[in-house]
């Protein structure tokens, strides 16, 4: 297992999952992905994530994300557990559960901290990109359910930052000013955000966000 980072391209693999077999570089095709790993079927907390992720699916289409998450836990299981996160949080999964009884793919990703637990993959999740880079790595531990709202922040981060030279300051949200490039100087700048360009210092440079209307 290499350590995966920024910027690598996202290990490729094949597996079963509650939507039939996978090829991850195919699944993904031209879209944005997001790969996650939970520890256990049948646990509170996952039923949570999972249902909340259901019902994030217009959330992830706008942004041309496709979803998948994973654990180690067989077919059956996911199958069985998917009945009770639909009628337990109301909506219906409507995304692939990578069944990864092998631990194939949680050991390709470091998704297992032996540490933490030694069977049970952690709350990992990688963002990756249409060109297949990892843009964001996160982990968070079994105890601690994710922020999903964070999640879809982060992607409207990197999305717009993929596309144009400029940086998203603490706290942003889509809407909000964003800091200009450090590798663009003021001038450059002004020509290219009509918006404007406000300098508060050298090196601190605020425009409207470019890609909205
Ligand atoms: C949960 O999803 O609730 C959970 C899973 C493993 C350990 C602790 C909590």
């Not at 996952?46 to 249902?51: A, F, K, Q, S, V």
Request: hydrophobic share 35%.
């Amino acid at each position: 297992m290499a350590t995966i980072r920024l910027g690598d391209e996202a290990p490729n693999f094949n597996a079963n999952s509650t939507e039939g077999s996978i090829n991850f570089h195919e699944w993904l095709g031209d879209s944005w992905g997001i790969l996650f790993s939970h520890p256990s079927d049948y646990t509170p907390v996952c039923t949570t994530e999972l249902g909340t992720v259901a019902k994030y699916k217009d959330e992830f289409d706008k942004r041309n994300v496709k979803v998948v998450a994973l654990s180690v836990d067989g077919l059956e299981s996911h199958e069985g557990w998917v009945k009770d996160i639909n009628e337990t949080q109301k909506t219906t999964v409507n995304f692939p559960i990578i069944a990864d009884e092998d631990k194939k793919v949680s050991e390709l990703y470091d998704m297992i901290h032996p540490n933490e637990d030694s069977k049970l993959t952690v709350r990992s999740v990688f963002v990756i990109g249409d060109d297949k880079k990892v843009k964001l790595i996160i982990t968070y531990p079994a105890s601690t359910g994710r922020n999903f709202d964070e999640l879809l922040r982060v992607i409207d981060s990197l999305q717009l930052t993929a596309y144009h030279k400029v940086a998203t300051p603490a706290n942003w949200k889509h809407g909000e000013d964003v800091v200009v490039s450090p590798s663009i100087s003021t001038e450059d700048a002004k020509n290219i955000f009509t918006k404007g360009v406000k300098e508060v210092k050298p090196y601190l440079r605020m425009t409207p966000q470019p890609n909205l209307n």
